[in-house]
């Protein structure tokens, strides 16, 4: 199973929800990675964990929650949002830290009113 | 065809013809380079990378040429085919960014039947 599996595939939401997305592989790997994209742009990383620890946050804004239950699953908590924060959020996992042949899921389009 | 990704971010080519995508990267100590390949609707995918110690690297149809003196990287797709259509980014890492990678802008490879 080479696959990182990614759920809700869309999601609307309005600035006063609060709504998670979800990230699933079961290659053994032990870096999972929160990627955001807008249209015609590469990805931006925003959160790196390692081992089950956040190794990087890049300076994300605080309405934005990663959560890595187990070596299998991640988690992004997303809580009062901006319109601005609409875009592809892409889940990515690699053997380990210092492997960069990353797998992507296909992502969560998540457009918020 | 060629292209420069980050001044030519549109190539299109015939179906059979070999593409020839570039990438111009930005830093002389990295030592690390990677091509992802991004279809409509999925996440990037893994199709070649390459190390600061080598020069030329040949994959399935793929390959990864590095020019250490100009600070440039191109890929090189034998025979495209239809499903080779897909925005490519060249990615580099370099071991004073955290080993985080840097994503170029990318290239859109349009083949035509």
């Known amino acids: 199973d080479t696959e990182v599996t990614q759920t809700p595939k869309h999601l609307v939401m309005g600035m006063t929800n609060k709504k998670s997305l979800k990230c699933e592989q079961h290659?053994?790997?032990?870096?999972m990675y929160w990627y955001k994209q807008k249209a015609k742009k590469p990805p931006e990383l925003m959160f790196v964990?390692?081992?089950?620890?956040?190794?990087i946050n890049e300076s994300v804004p605080s309405r934005f929650s990663p959560e890595c239950p187990n070596s299998s699953l991640l988690n992004l908590h997303l809580h009062a949002l901006q319109p601005e924060d609409s875009a592809l959020y892409l889940c990515?996992?690699?053997?380990?830290?210092?492997?960069?042949?990353?797998?992507f899921g296909s992502g969560t389009q998540l457009s918020v009113l | 065809g060629e292209s420069v990704g980050l001044h030519l971010p549109t190539l299109s080519v015939q179906e059979g013809d070999n593409s020839i995508i570039n990438c111009a990267y930005s830093?002389?100590?990295?030592?690390?380079f990677i091509w992802y390949k991004q279809e409509s609707g999925k996440g990037p995918q893994f199709i070649i990378d390459?190390?600061?110690n080598m020069d030329k690297r040949q994959g399935q149809r793929v390959t990864v040429l590095l020019n250490k003196t100009v600070k440039h990287l191109s890929l090189q797709i034998a025979a495209t085919q239809p499903g080779d259509s897909a925005v490519y980014f060249c990615?580099?890492?370099?071991?004073?960014?955290?080993?985080?990678?840097?994503w170029g802008l990318g290239t859109s490879l349009a083949v035509n039947p």
């Open positions: 830093n002389s100590a990295s030592d690390y």
């Open positions: 390459i190390r600061s």
């Open positions: 990615a580099e890492k370099f071991a004073g960014n955290n080993r985080k990678l840097i």
């Open positions: 990515a996992s690699s053997q380990d830290r210092d492997n960069e042949k990353l797998f």
């Open positions: 964990y390692s081992y089950e620890k956040l190794s």
């Open positions: 290659m053994g790997h032990r870096a």
